[in-house]
């Protein structure tokens, strides 16, 4: 009996994963083809239909991830009701197969996807969105385009910088450099035209520099100067990925530089235990999922139990971002804000699977 409820797990598993892989194809290649579209009617000129093509498909791991508790909860209600639909559940049943076995296996197929969800957002997701900007910025940046993000403000120690267009993470343009003494006193501006990191160091080119001393301002023009500084290219690299497609190393680079001068993390925090219980996420939405198979949805149709997910998943995705703006607006821990909509969809999960007959 036991070898035969193995077996019975495996199928389970199989069952999901196999629809999950093929939502999964589904749903990135509509967000994709979205994005697509989107990115031909926003980019100049500099940008043709082939590089757009590419970065699409630099981004489409980004996407996978970003979609991928979706992707988890429809595959989990196609999968299972498909099971349900040809009363292979209610022959499982009869050989002994309980609901908390079904969940578990359920969750199986969770743990495995949420470790793919780890791999997209740690490694594949942030490299290809960073060689997606890195295309989109080069081919830009040839042709004279504004290209780049901006302003960005940051601090090492007594300088602050303000850049106007971070191109890179190696170089940027139209800059002013604020430089303060212990007593918070303005003691210099430095207005670069442009900078390039080469060998360790800045290299600035079209130097202004006015300096306060006492009573009097003196200004010198500079054509090239070098500038060291604890701002290098790992950390402007952070600039030019948006928040949520940074990897969880990389977000503890960027609050380790932020709390090293004294700024605010709080975003960064938040975005960082989001990425953290991501795949309990996953896990969740698919033990969310089973108890539909046992309620009065379980002779519908794949029509029905799509639109069931999608629901949950709107609705998911909206408890999330209040959770984050509440968290945002009265100063809740990190943990909690971005914990709580998952906390409470597991706990809703685990009542109604055990509720289920």
Known sequence: MSRLLGQLDRYVVGAILGLSAVVGLGLVSLYSFISF???????????GVG???????????AGLYVLMPLVAMLGTLLGVGQLAAQSEITAMRAAGYSNLRLGRAALIAGLLMGLLAVGLGESVGPIGQQAAERIKAGIEADVGGESGVGPVWLRDGGNVYFIRRLQAEDRFADAQI???DVALN???????????YVRGRWQFKGVSETRFDGQSVRVQ????????SGIDPEVLELYVLEADTLSVTGLLRLIAYLDGNGLDTREQQLELWRKMIAPLTVMAMVLFAVPFVFGPTRGGGAGQRLL?????????????????????????????AAGLPTAVLALAAVARLGAAR
Request: charged share 15%; no cysteine.
């Open 221 to 228: 023009q500079r054509d090239v100067l070098a500038w060291q």
């Open 178 to 180: 604020y430089r303060f």
């Open 51 to 61: 590089q757009i093509f590419v970065v699409t498909l630099l981004s489409m791991p």
């Open 37 to 47: 579209i989107t990115e031909i009617d926003q980019s100049s000129d500099s940008l």
């Open 186 to 196: 303005l003691r210099s501006i430095l207005s670069v035209d442009s900078a390039r």
């Open 308 to 336: 069931i997910g999608v629901l949950v998943g709107i609705g998911f995705h909206l408890l999330n971002e209040i959770s984050a703006n509440f968290g945002a607006l009265y100063g809740w821990p990190a943990p909690l």
